[in-house]
């Protein structure tokens, strides 16, 4: 090969790994553990630990300017909820539950109210757009889990019921949320977050609007859907009657929520080579009297 092209190649290859490691230096590895939980007919508490299962996040983020950020996550967490836990009469009686593995895709974009190379701190909100997956499940009376979606207990994808479709396992949500951001060395960061997921689903738990007629679900679906639609028999002193058509079960005018809390660690992949007097341009700054 003539020393021309190898010199020529030579140029490429390295202004390629330059621009390479000047890309990178603005990429941070964000790893979250927490709690997961969500509001809805069978938790109607807008923020509780109640009932509130492990969460964990892995992504990347890359800073745009010492204060705004986009984020890219991978979040898996579990959802659950049981009337029988409910301090209101009327839900334990109706002594329903749930659990849900929660699959979340999203990215977002982050706002640091402060410049955290100048401060060690910096408040933050975020807000943007995730997928995610769900599937209700429940227990029936002998402990066997049930996937609750394909009973149809509230009708949906029944004849009887042409209004009532059946919900998607895939969803799109809103995410946002604040933390508040520490700063430890000049590549890591902790920081405390909220992450609330708006939903435009009603059927995390299963339950969103009234109850169908009884004889037409056990025809349609069997005797295992109408066991799993009203379980009232089960609860101590509970009532076994199924209730009538168009009894009130859920409210379709809410849609549900699921929320994550807990601690986010950030890891710069390269250090900045033009750091000084404690600001490098972007990413984590080496505190100053860390000790």
Known sequence: MPVKRILILALLLGSSAVYSQGILKNVSI?????????????????????????????????????????????????????????????????????????????????????????????????????????????????????????????????PGYPDRKKYNYQNISIPFGAGIRFAVTRNVSLAWEFRFNKTFTDYLDDVSTRYIDRNALLAAKGPKAVEMAYRGGEAKNGNPVYPAEGTIRGNPKTKDWYYFSGITVSFRLFNDRNFENGHSGKGIPCPKNVY
């Open 30 to 158: 964000e790893a979250f553990g927490g709690f997961a939980n969500y509001q809805g007919e069978l938790q109607e508490s807008r923020y509780t630990f109640s009932q509130a299962m492990p969460a964990a996040s892995l992504g990347l983020s890359y800073a745009l300017t010492e204060k705004i950020s986009l984020r890219g996550l991978l979040t898996y967490g579990n959802i659950q909820a049981a009337d029988s836990l409910s301090g209101d009469l009327l839900r334990r009686q109706r002594n329903l539950s749930f659990r849900s593995k929660i699959y979340d895709a999203s990215l977002t974009g982050v706002y640091n109210f402060f410049d955290i190379m100048e401060r060690r701190y910096t408040p933050y909100v975020f807000a943007g757009v995730s997928v995610f997956n769900m599937g209700p499940y429940a227990y029936d009376a002998s402990g066997t889990k049930i996937g609750l979606r394909n009973l149809g207990t509230e009708g949906q994808g029944l």
